[in-house]
């Protein structure tokens, strides 16, 4: 309708076609303005974003402890404080086996190069004279390991233990949470009839909170989808014997939230785990074989049949919205890109005017002959 309204506004004088396009220009410009502000206030938006899709994911246990006449700031405090305490239990499981192999990534580096030096036969020679130039030099493998442990362990530290970037994320995140659980559906409601209001539509509460049940549904699948995930490739990992099947099996978990290019990441990396510690070329490839199987079950089948046509999306639209959050907020955007398209694509599913934008979102099925 407005754009209707724009067109007709637009064959009237060539007064209001230079009207017409400045108009469009600011838009542009806003857009690339945004596109910016989301990347350099990443410190700021990652963790608001963070919290609140988990206060829609958590929103409904809220609501359940308050249907226990349990009062709404105790109830938000609970969940928080379970959330919590299975992120410290989490941390303390997995910080123990990440720092094994981390300390153990010279010895694995050079497992590898032997490894490869057994497959390319060729480059023997070479290496040869590469190690008796070594060796008139009077150089030695142990400086280097003592170069590479030590970035290993702080990349560890990074990831795992309390910088201060991690400490004001977590910090911020969950103070938020708590907030959001508490007091942020009413919030959430007023923004979705302001996104209304700038489209002129009516609505009301009712359709803000359809809205969101929508949003919290699609997140507690997807979240549950991956829970389970995970547990078969742990459960699977550990029958074969991999080392550490839990920490594969969270790590799976985590990156299937990012399709496609996840499941990739987990599979390179369960096969060269595999690969270092079995000495059998069936039997390291069984492992990376059996993760291929499950994800391929997952992705193709399980999750489409649960998932439903609603929440299907474009897998274009995808790897570009994937690319585009990983270059904004690095590895977080990554695993966040999906649950804010989605997010989207809902929002624009109610909306008269947005209705075409969720079209070209949704996924297209190929003509058959």
Known sequence: MVVALMDQTHDKSPHTDRLYAGEKALIGI???????????????LIPITFAFLLSLL???????????????????????????ATLLGGIAMLSGPVEEWIDKSPEILQNIEEKLQKIKMPLKQVQK?????????????????RVVEPRAKQLVETLFFATPEVLAFLVLSIVLLYFL???????????IRAIFWLAHQRTSFDVGRFIQKEISRYLLIITTINACLGVTVTIALALIGLPNPILWGTM??????APYIGAVCSAVIITIVSFLTFESL???????????IITSLEGQFITPQIVGNRF??????VFLAIIFWTWSWSYIGALL??????????????????????????ETEAETS
């Not at 806003?30 to 700021?44: M, P, Q």
């Not at 799976?252 to 939230?257: D, G, K």
């Not at 909306?351 to 969720?358: I, K, T």
């Open 252 to 257: 799976a978990a985590l990156l299937n939230f």
């Open 129 to 145: 004279a590469v190690e008796k130039v070594d060796d008139l030099a009077g150089m030695d493998e142990t400086p280097g390991q």
């Open 58 to 84: 958590f929103a409904p246990l809220v609501h359940l402890l308050s249907w226990l006449h349990i009062p709404k700031r105790i109830g938000a405090a609970i969940v928080v404080a379970g959330i919590v």
């Open 337 to 362: 890109a999906v649950p804010l398209l989605v997010i989207t694509k809902i929002i624009c599913q109610s909306v008269d005017a947005l209705r075409p934008f969720a079209e070209f979102l949704e």
């Open 181 to 191: 659980l508490f007091n942020g559906e009413t919030m959430v409601k007023y923004f």
């Open 312 to 317: 299907s999306m474009n897998p274009l639209v």
């Open 30 to 44: 806003f857009i690339l303005l945004l596109l910016f502000a989301l990347h350099y206030a990443a410190a700021i």
């Open 282 to 292: 069936l039997h390291a490839l069984l492992a990376p074989a059996v993760f291929l």
